[in-house]
């Protein structure tokens, strides 16, 4: 009855496990023939399936739009956009997959750090080409600004530039009118002394002079002498220095015309402004100068990075589930069976070596056996060897004496 209801069981929860959530469970890294024992997983692998392709298609979106602000180009933005998608796939995928529940969260921190490092940089790298797509129209309009101030730049350069051609020239022609007033000082210091005594002389014929009587009387008449006089001062003036003032008016006439055949540099000009470089610098510039944007701004950013960590977040604070601990026992067999089997193949290898050195040590005993009696042998020979010598050297001795024997007492006496 218990094993019916068990199986009734397994074929609900295998109903569970199909179509859209098998799909997320495999995406999450989930073993499917573990997770259908644990039915209450189900719901929670499945979510963490699909943020993971929200973050691949948020990626995705992401590096279309970075690819056609630079190229322009709908086409390759959509096929870069598609590649950089599923790479961020594979990457989350294997994060959340790889990261496995230990029995203590500061056990699960060595592990948790580094693909949480990893997580921030897939984040920021989705949330940059985001940022300047939503903000696409003020950063429009800042690019212009940065185009305009580029303009006035180059038209600033170019002005320095020609002024820097034509500031020697100025200096000489302002030497030569400086001198050329100098001449001109007396004439025309005398000019405006004729301009008043002729006012005075027409009030004075008006009755409005000193006399206050009208017509030409003596006082007229002196003051058109004076006239006369200083008129005559002036022209002889005049005269004397026009050749001066002719040389001075040509010089300042031949420098206009070297001015003028300078010709003054165009400033550069500023092309479309469309790169991702400008549109950071637009951006940035936009959150300098209104915090309502930095603040938007920053809000985007911590809203990708939370939907890119989430998945890191939720199986870091999620207690550990049954799943998990299934996971766990298996891991845990695994180990000892491969253990085992290191055991076993030690001891193996441990066997042959003893079985080599027993080989070994009676080759060894039997090879000093045979040594000692070769040994033995040598012995025994060099023993007949020796006694037969003295055998014969004292044969030898004795037919000697016999030959000779007072010679042999008289040399060994």
Known sequence: MEENIQEQNNREFATRLTGVNKILCRIAGADLTILIQCPAE?????????????????????????????????????????????????????????????????????????RLILALILGFSISIPMELKVFSNEIEQEIK???????????????????????PINEQKAIIEASLITILKPVQDL?????????????????????????????????????????NRKNQLFKNDSVTIQNYKKSIADQDSIIAAIPKPDPEIIGSLYGIAVQLDGLKRLKDKNKDVALAYWIFVLLILAIETSPLFVKFFTPKGKYDFIIGMDDYLVELEQKKRQSDRHQEINAEIESYNDVNQIRKERQNKVNAEIMDQIATAQAEIAIRAITVWKENQLNEVDRNLESFITTNG
Request: proline letters at 4%.
């Open 145 to 167: 600004l940065i185009k305009q101030e580029k303009e006035l730049e180059n038209k600033t350069i170019a002005e320095s530039i020609y002024k820097k051609q034509i500031n």
């Open 42 to 114: 189900i719901s929670r692998i499945a979510r963490m399936g699909a943020i993971i392709i929200s973050t691949a298609v948020l990626a995705a979106c992401s590096m279309f739009f970075a690819i056609q602000a630079v190229t322009q180009s709908s086409p390759a933005g959509f096929t870069v956009g598609l590649i950089w998608g599923g790479v961020i796939f594979l990457l989350d995928s294997y994060i959340i997959a790889s990261y496995k529940k230990m029995a203590s969260k500061w056990k699960e921190l060595p592990i948790v750090f580094p």
């Open 191 to 231: 000019e405006l002394l004729i301009q008043r005594l002729n006012d005075s002389l027409i009030n004075e014929k008006a009755g409005k002079g000193p006399s206050g009587k009208r017509g030409d009387g003596p006082i007229v008449k002196q003051m058109e002498l004076n006239i006369m006089n200083y008129t």
